[in-house]
């Protein structure tokens, strides 16, 4: 029964990976990679996917609340938070339990996440057993910058971004460098049978230095609304989030967990 959990843990993991390197849960914004469900992976807007920032380490908190109203007046809410933490090397830890769904059917569940671009390896752990899967790395291509685009691309009427903090960064969750956006995207009234505009709004706010979203909040009509807080509570990271020496470590196996992201195959 642990191999079957350990082997979904990891099947919801990488495939929520994948995921995340384009954008994240429902709510968080898409320029960012706290996936997982959560921090340095696949819970938040966090870091840009894909890119490994070093030289600015850092520990907190990050919480997502997602808030959905349906047509009856119910609503339905939906909590997660994790502990999280960069080093100076650019490791990535997440550590978060799961309440609900099936990887918490006997109970609520631990896992941690944690990338390591010096080892080269991202790992699942499961502190409950002292097991783990690890899976290679992909390095990205020189001069990557986590999905940044150069150049510019035509206007679009239909969307507007407003600066959030003209005069200068602002202090919010722990940093004191944090700019801020709001994104108003609208879809005109007929243009997926709508009978009037649907106006869906995001704000961002981010650290410059540390290059991690810290508060994101979206509100859309057609899926509800989210709001990230990453809450960061020291400028450093404790060395020992990032050892796995204590686990007893085996390849992932599936589908893309292979060597360059092949198929593995039995």
């Known amino acids: 029964m642990k191999t079957v959990v350990n082997m979904f843990l990891a099947a919801a993991l990488f495939a929520g990976v ?14 960012g990679s706290h996936v997982r469900g959560f921090g340095p992976g696949l819970f938040g807007p966090g870091m840009r996917p894909g890119k490994v920032v070093t030289g600015a380490p850092y520990s907190g908190t990050a919480t997502n609340t997602f808030t959905q109203t349906l047509a009856d007046g ?13 080093d100076s090397a650019g490791r990535t830890y997440e550590k978060q339990t799961i309440t609900g769904g099936p990887l918490a059917a006997n109970g ?14 991202a790992y699942v752990l499961n502190p409950s057993t002292m097991t783990g899967t690890q899976r290679p790395l992909h390095k990205p291509p020189v ?24 005069n200068g ?12 956006k709001l994104i108003t995207r609208t879809i005109p009234a007929g243009s997926v049978g709508n009978a009037a505009p649907i106006v869906s709004t995001e704000t961002i706010y981010t650290s410059t230095g540390l290059q991690v979203v810290v508060q994101a909040k979206r509100s859309d009509p057609r899926t509800g609304n989210s709001d990230y807080e990453l809450n960061v509570t020291s400028l450093s990271a404790d060395p020992s989030l990032f050892d796995v020496s204590k686990y007893t ?10 060597p360059r992201g092949q198929g593995h195959q039995e």
């Open 18 to 31: 994948a995921a995340a390197q384009s954008g994240g849960p429902p709510g968080p914004p898409p320029n």
């Open 74 to 86: 119910n609503t339905i809410t939906r909590t997660t938070t994790a502990t999280v933490a960069r």
């Open 108 to 121: 609520p569940t631990t896992v941690i996440f944690i990338d390591d671009p010096v080892a080269g390896y």
């Open 143 to 166: 001069g990557f910058d986590g999905g940044n685009r150069s150049g510019t691309r035509p206007d679009n009427p239909n969307v507007v971004v407003t600066d959030l903090t003209p």
């Open 169 to 180: 960064p602002v202090s919010l969750n722990g940093v004191t460098d944090a700019t801020g």
């Open 249 to 258: 470590i085996s390849p992932a196996r599936g589908p893309g967990f292979g």
